[in-house]
C-alpha cells in the first residue's frame, strides 16, 4: 500500500502501519511524535491541531529512512542523535551508549548522598561515556571540581560536545583505567563513580538487536570467565586515589551484587550499601574507605 498524500494525518497513518509489525502502538506513536519534533519542531499538539498541513517531498524523505532505520532495529536515541538524560539534552552516537533509567538513579543516589554538602567535592567519572554522569552531577552540585576519563577517543569528543552544549566544566581525560602506569598520574578525589562494562557474553542471547547491532561492545561486556575485571581495577585505584571517608558508587550488574560486596569488603571497603532500581533490582552501590 502506498502512502496517499503528504498530509500529517496520511504519512502518520502509513508509517505507523509500516512500523506496527514491529513495535506496539505506544511506541508507534512515541517513534512518529519524536520524529516529527525532531525533523520538523511539531510538536504532539501541532500534529493534532494541522492533520492537513503536508510536509515537503525531502521532509517525507526523512521520515522514510528514519521509519527504515526503526525496523532494522536502529535505537530512536542514534536517529535523532540525542537523547534526555536527568533533564538534560545529550548528544549520543554509536561511540556511546544511551544513558539508561537506571544510571539517572545511581545519579540520584550520589546527589542524595552529598545533598546538604556544601565544601568542594572533588569527583571522579570512570568510563565517562556521553558525559551524562559527570555533567549531571556538575549541573547539580555545581560546587564539585569533577573530572571524567574513558579510553575511547571517540567517547571523550561525544562527551566534551554534551559539557560544552549544557555549560558544564568537566575535565576530560584520555586514560585506560585497566593499565595500571596510568594511576599516578591521577589525584585525590572525594568520590570515584562508575559504571563499567557488567554483562557477561553469556548474558547477550537476552538482550535486543537494537542494543546487540548498534551500541558500543566494549562499553558492555566482559568475559564470563572475568566478569568484575573493572570493579577489581577500580576499587583498587579508588583505594589509592580516595581521600579518607572517601565514596565509591557502581552501577551494577543485578546478578553479581553478592560477588562484589564480597570483593569491596576484600579490599577493605565499609559501609557498604547495595540500591534496588525502580524494578526492584540490585543496581547500585555505595561503600566507604
Not at 585497566?178 to 538482550?207: A, Q
Request: charge should be negative; charged fraction near 30%; hydrophobic fraction near 40%.
Amino acid at each position: 500500500m502506498e502512502i496517499r498524500s503528504n498530509r500529517i494525518k496520511d504519512v502518520i497513518d502509513y508509517y505507523s502501519r509500516e512500523l506496527n509489525d514491529h513495535f506496539t502502538e505506544k511506541e508507534c506513536k512515541s517513534f512518529l511524535q519524536i520524529l516529527f519534533e525532531h525533523y520538523f519542531k511539531f510538536s504532539k499538539i501541532d500534529i493534532i491541531l494541522n492533520p492537513e498541513k503536508t510536509i515537503s517531498e525531502s521532509g517525507l524523505l526523512k521520515i522514510h529512512f528514519a521509519v527504515k532505520n526503526l525496523i532494522n532495529h536502529k535505537p530512536i536515541q542514534y536517529i535523532t542523535g540525542k537523547t534526555n538524560f536527568f533533564g538534560f539534552d545529550f548528544v549520543v552516537n554509536p561511540s556511546v551508549l544511551i544513558p539508561r533509567p537506571e544510571t539517572e538513579e545511581l545519579v540520584q543516589f550520589i546527589l542524595e548522598v552529598i545533598k546538604g554538602k556544601n565544601h568542594v567535592l572533588k569527583i571522579l567519572d570512570i568510563g565517562t561515556g556521553s558525559g551524562c554522569i559527570a555533567i549531571t552531577l556538575k549541573k547539580l552540585h555545581s560546587n564539585s571540581e569533577i573530572s571524567a576519563i574513558d579510553f575511547s577517543t571517540n567517547a571523550l569528543e561525544v562527551a566534551k560536545l554534551n559539557a560544552t552544549k549544557n555549560e558544564a566544566e568537566i575535565d576530560f581525560v584520555l586514560s585506560d583505567i585497566l593499565n595500571f602506569n596510568s594511576w599516578e598520574s591521577f589525584g585525590k578525589y572525594d568520590i570515584i563513580v562508575s559504571n563499567p562494562p557488567y554483562i557477561r557474553e553469556s548474558e547477550k542471547t537476552m538482550m535486543k538487536k537494537n542494543v546487540l547491532d548498534f551500541e558500543p561492545k566494549e562499553a558492555l561486556f566482559v568475559s564470563d570467565e572475568n566478569p568484575l575485571i573493572f570493579y577489581d581495577k577500580i576499587t583498587k585505584f579508588a583505594k589509592s586515589h580516595l581521600n579518607k571517608d572517601g565514596l565509591l558508587f557502581f552501577e551494577i550488574n543485578e546478578e553479581l551484587s553478592i560477588p562484589i560486596i564480597g570483593l569491596l569488603k576484600k579490599e577493605g571497603f565499609k559501609e557498604i550499601i547495595i540500591r534496588k532500581d525502580i524494578n526492584q533490582k540490585e543496581r547500585m552501590v555505595k561503600c566507604v574507605f
